[in-house]
């Protein structure tokens, strides 16, 4: 019955259903930019997203009159923003070069990168039982993917996203309370607009009405999917809502098999039944130490 009780307790039900949609955005704005990238180069299809993200938090810093956008931690900041810069472009080339469910699948395995940077870095002490579901986890996203000994660049760069992803959370927690969601997203997209801005004019290719669209929609998508995430997880309890980050790797294979004819075999089920289980153990390990 404590379960069931944090489950439907009124923030928890929110936060439920804001990780619901930042996991429909995120395998949406996937799905929109593995489509555009069979036109577009990852330098264009970045720095789209970029200008969308910067477009879509203006009106906030237009609402506080543009005070307070120059960072606190300055050179902690700035490392943070190329990273974060690395990590969507990453992405972006990675899931325009793989299976939908494969990239998704990837990005869980952040949390084991999470836990050797945190002894790296934070100089905290692992858990024994989250370390050993999060390796059981790794396992099941080898099942999915099952790379050969002839890893491609697809492949090294979606994990190369999911390292510097768990290298983000390390920035995150470094600056915790010292920097707004707004300098954040600023930063971050401000850097990889002007990083991008070469590379994306050398291979820049005029979009038909359709295609920017496209392009806009996995902008808004991608931004929304970070606007949701931090909602979800302001709301409500992230050991509750966690699991249901899940539905992503759901979600992928269902328009990975409508979109693009990608149908997963038995390997790819077994092996998101153990990330997921474990997924579920380590959030219950949470609520309960």
Avoid at 27 to 52: C, M, N, P
Avoid at 128 to 138: D, P
Avoid at 150 to 176: E, K
Avoid at 221 to 237: I, P, R
């Amino acid at each position: 019955m404590g379960g069931f009780s944090a489950l439907v307790n009124s923030d928890n039900a929110r936060g439920i259903a804001y990780i619901l949609c930042a996991s429909l955005c995120a395998v949406i704005s996937s799905a929109l930019t593995k489509q555009l990238s069979q036109d577009f180069s990852a330098y264009q299809i970045s720095i789209v997203r970029a200008f969308i993200t910067l477009t879509c938090i203006l009106p906030f810093m237009i609402r506080d009159r543009f005070h307070g956008l120059w960072p606190r931690r300055l050179k902690l900041m700035t490392l943070r923003s190329f990273n974060a810069g690395v990590i969507i472009l990453l992405n972006v080339y990675a899931v325009g070069h793989m299976p939908l469910v494969d990239f998704t699948a990837i990005t869980f395995t952040t949390p084991l990168f999470v836990i050797v940077l945190s002894v790296i870095i934070l100089r905290q002490t692992p858990h024994l039982n989250r370390s050993i579901a999060t390796l059981v986890g790794f396992v099941g996203v080898l099942l999915m993917v099952r790379p050969t000994g002839n890893l491609s660049p697809a492949l090294i760069a979606a994990f190369g996203g999911a390292f510097c992803l768990g290298l983000g959370v390390m920035f995150i927690r470094l600056l915790a309370g010292q920097e707004s969601q707004v300098r954040l997203l600023l930063w971050s997209n401000v850097i990889l607009a002007a990083v991008l801005a070469l590379p994306a004019m050398m291979t820049w290719t005029e979009p038909s009405p359709l295609q920017a669209l496209l392009l806009i929609g996995a902008g808004l998508a991608g931004t929304l999917t970070q606007s949701f995430v931090l909602l979800g997880y302001t709301k409500g309890d992230p050991t509750v809502i966690a699991p249901f980050d899940y539905s992503r790797i759901l979600l992928a294979v269902a328009i990975g098999a409508i979109a693009f004819a990608e149908i997963p075999d038995g390997f790819t089920f077994f092996g998101a039944a153990l990330l997921i289980g474990t997924g579920l153990y380590m959030a219950r390990f949470a609520r309960q130490s």
